[in-house]
Each structure stands twice: as structure tokens, then as C-alpha cells.
């Protein structure tokens, strides 16, 4: 894939973006977290808050990160943008509006895998990066568009309910569409992201229809 900036120029748009947004790195954490907590002991609207917490995972991206600072060095930031603002907006219709998605970990293979997928995002892939030499702030903190969807189709493997398919289909685009930038990029722990997204989408579609 050939791409019009150079990976100095995309570590360094990471850069600007946690020296801009600190502490907010680890409010988005701990949003997660509370996701995390609110599927596992669930109480009145847990449902609703865990889309909302995802709608806004994917909103902060589309907004913050893709069109205020991405766009400095890729015009399709511009698309890449509004898909993830279409998808945090799906999130808050589908989950916070009209109550589709339901969240309950569950000790099946799917909330297995499902929880693979959560701990990569969160845990395994700064370590990774860290290993791979992408050290704060040149580095994906968790709130930045791979780790994120990682973590959501994580998320979506917990759910309880049938997912409506159109949830799933911006988080697997951008999951071929990052593997691509990943492999040019030499970001290795992005590799995650296609198997996440390949994979998750694959066995939400499995377990659906059973």
C-alpha cells in the first residue's frame, strides 16, 4: 500500500496528539474499564452506558483525532472521519437509543475470544509497541482507531443479544484498512487488527444465526 506521508510523519501526528490530549488517555481507559465492569455485574442501564461509552470511544476518533490532526498529513482522514463519526453515532442509536445491543460476559468460546480481544487492546498491545520501539507519545495509546476497534469487536463478542449486522461493518472496513497501513507502516502490533475484525465479525455472524 503506498501511502502519502512517511512513518516519521505518522508516529509524529501521535506525538502531537497525546502531548495535546493528556490526561484523556487514561479517562478513555478507565471508560473502558467501566464497560468492562458494567458487563460483568450488570445493573439498570449498563446496556445503555456501555453504548454510549463505545459511541464515544468512536466519536473522540473520528473528531480528535482524525479530522484535527490526521487530516495534517492524509486528506482521506477526511472520510476516515466521518466513518468513525457515522459509527460512534450507530453506537448511541443502536445501544443508547432503541436498546439493541445488550452486554453479559459469558464463559462460551465467543466471550473467550471475546476477552483475548479486550486484553490485547488494552494490555498486550502497548507492550508490544513498547517492544517494537514505539515509546509515549510516539505510540497508538488506547482511544486511537486500531486498539479501539480491537477492543470493540471484543466488546461485541459479549454481547447477548443478535447484533444488528450494520454495527459491525465500518469496524471491519477500518480493520482491512488499518492491516493495510500496519504492513507498510511496519506498526507491528497492528497486525491484531485484522484478526480482530476478520475473525469477530466471522463469529458474531456464527453465533447469530445459531
Not at 482521506?76 to 453515532?89: M, N, T
Request: hydrophobic share 55%; aromatic share 18%; charged share 10%.
Amino acid at each position: 500500500m503506498s501511502l502519502p506521508f512517511s512513518v516519521g510523519q505518522f508516529l509524529g501526528i501521535f506525538e502531537k496528539y497525546n502531548l495535546a490530549v493528556w490526561p484523556m488517555q487514561i479517562v478513555l481507559v478507565l471508560m473502558a474499564v467501566l464497560a468492562l465492569i458494567l458487563s460483568l455485574k450488570k445493573i439498570s442501564y449498563s446496556d445503555k452506558t456501555i453504548s454510549i461509552i463505545l459511541g464515544f470511544f468512536w466519536l473522540w476518533i473520528g473528531i480528535v483525532y482524525h479530522l484535527a490532526y490526521f487530516t495534517a498529513i492524509n486528506t482521506a482522514a477526511y472520510l476516515f472521519g466521518a466513518l468513525f463519526i457515522i459509527q460512534g453515532l450507530i453506537f448511541l442509536f443502536a445501544g443508547g437509543i432503541q436498546s439493541k445491543l445488550s452486554f453479559k460476559f459469558q464463559s462460551t468460546f465467543y466471550g473467550i475470544v471475546g476477552s483475548l480481544f479486550i486484553v490485547y487492546a488494552l494490555i498486550i498491545y502497548p507492550i508490544l509497541g513498547y517492544s517494537f520501539g514505539h515509546a509515549y507519545p510516539r505510540n497508538p495509546t488506547f482511544g486511537l482507531p486500531c486498539p479501539t476497534t480491537i477492543f470493540t469487536f471484543g466488546l461485541l463478542l459479549w454481547t447477548d443479544k443478535i447484533v444488528l449486522k450494520y454495527v459491525l461493518v465500518i469496524p471491519l472496513i477500518w480493520s482491512i484498512i488499518g492491516f493495510g497501513a500496519a504492513l507498510s507502516l511496519g506498526v507491528k502490533e497492528d497486525f491484531g487488527l485484522l484478526i480482530a475484525g476478520v475473525l469477530g465479525f466471522v463469529l458474531i455472524f456464527i453465533r447469530d444465526r445459531r
